[in-house]
């Protein structure tokens, strides 16, 4: 690669780096308190929705034959993230710990600030290294789940959710009609033995027991102890407190961002126990050009499902024909499924719309909308 063509491909990928905003946000967050400590949530919500509204739509597509060493610049942004995030939780803590002139409500609202970034940026990096090759990109993801306590969220995305994805046997698909708040009460509850399970399952494939030891819970379970103990280390209960109340909101910003990307999106039972493959049209997608840059393209959601180990520079995106479209980014839809009223207001048309254009065969939704299964013959 020349040099022209290497400053070319790091001014395409600079906007992809502009989750490194966060970190001084914090820092300020952390030095002045009061009412500094607005700008992180604000900065992960608000900007990206407003930047979206000055630049509009991406609906370019990608050459996706472009070598690896071309999305140098890409990739590394999440590479170097891992030790970005785990530098700015513990520092903030050593630091408050420290100095302890941040009052009890200002240490809650930083590590709330600090959670919107480890969920909006670290599961969502986390997210694209655990479906990569390489086992360092596979190991940065483990670590940074570890941040959050949420580590069974590669078992589960990778054993559970693509393969059943739109099917009552996907406890992150959510249905038609349920709130959030349900909602989430439902994955917490429901994902961990589900993808515990799933490992079992292959264990048990191999001969093995459920609790041998290259099941990846023992992985998981040590490095989130790991972290807990740092925490611990650093801050005393205090710091143990503020690290897992971060690692809620990263949880909580994740399953919201889980929430939209599927909401009432079903794929079709084909009868004993089997449904249709997935395809574009089960995925909400959003082409905002500046909520792609701050979630790395996962907005491109269709495409992640059909090539899920594509990067995501390469992913692609879909006319309104082939695949649902949302009509704000994620930032701005996660806030507005916070209220369940106006989600539904402003979703539920075009979930039917949805379903008259791609099953008009289908009459009866009562099955799947209070989420049975095995589904009986005919229903989505």
Not at 165 to 175: H, M, Q
Not at 320 to 327: D, F, M
Request: charged share 15%; net charge positive.
């Amino acid at each position: 690669m020349t040099a022209a063509n290497s400053i070319s491909r790091l001014t395409q990928a600079l906007p992809f780096w502009l989750s490194l905003g966060f970190v001084p946000l914090v820092w300020i967050g952390a030095v002045q308190g009061g009412w500094w400590l607005i700008l992180l949530p604000t900065y992960g919500w608000g900007v990206f929705t407003l930047m979206d509204l000055i630049t509009g739509l991406n609906l370019d597509n990608p050459d996706t034959e472009t070598p690896l060493t071309d999305l140098f610049w890409y990739r590394l942004i999440t590479l170097i993230w891992f030790p970005v995030q785990v530098t700015v939780i513990f520092s903030t803590l050593w630091y408050v710990s420290a100095t302890g002139h941040l009052h009890w409500f200002e240490l809650l609202s930083l590590f709330f600030g600090i959670g919107v970034m480890s969920g909006v940026i670290g599961i969502v990096y986390a997210h694209e290294l655990m479906h990569q090759k390489p086992r360092v990109e596979r190991w940065l993801a483990d670590l940074l789940l570890a941040c959050v306590l949420y580590s069974h969220f590669r078992s589960e995305h990778m054993l559970v959710h693509h393969r059943y994805v739109g099917t009552p046997r996907d406890p992150v698909t959510a249905r038609y009609n349920e709130g959030f708040q349900h909602y989430f009460y439902r994955v917490l509850r429901d994902c961990p033995p589900s993808a515990f399970r799933a490992e079992a399952a292959m264990l048990a494939r191999k001969g093995l027991p459920a609790w041998h030891i290259s099941n990846p819970f023992w992985r998981y379970a040590a490095l989130q102890l790991g972290f807990v103990a740092l925490a611990y280390a650093i801050f005393g209960w205090v710091g143990v407190g503020l690290f897992i109340w971060q690692a809620f909101i990263a949880i909580w910003q994740l399953e919201l961002t889980n929430y939209i990307e599927h909401y009432a999106l079903t794929r079709q039972h084909l009868g004993d126990g089997k449904y249709e493959p997935v395809r574009p049209h089960h995925s909400w997608n959003a082409s905002h050009r500046a909520s792609n840059w701050l979630m790395i393209n996962l907005q491109r959601h269709s495409d992640h499902h059909y090539k899920p180990d594509r990067r995501f520079p390469l992913l692609q995106t879909y006319a309104t024909s082939e695949a649902p479209q949302l009509p704000y980014g994620y930032p701005a839809m996660t806030t507005l499924a916070l209220f369940p009223p106006l989600w539904r207001r402003a979703m539920n048309p075009k979930v039917r719309a949805w379903r008259r254009r791609f099953y008009p065969q289908v009459t009866d939704w009562s099955a799947y909308d209070a989420g049975s299964t095995p589904l009986p013959r005919g229903a989505v």
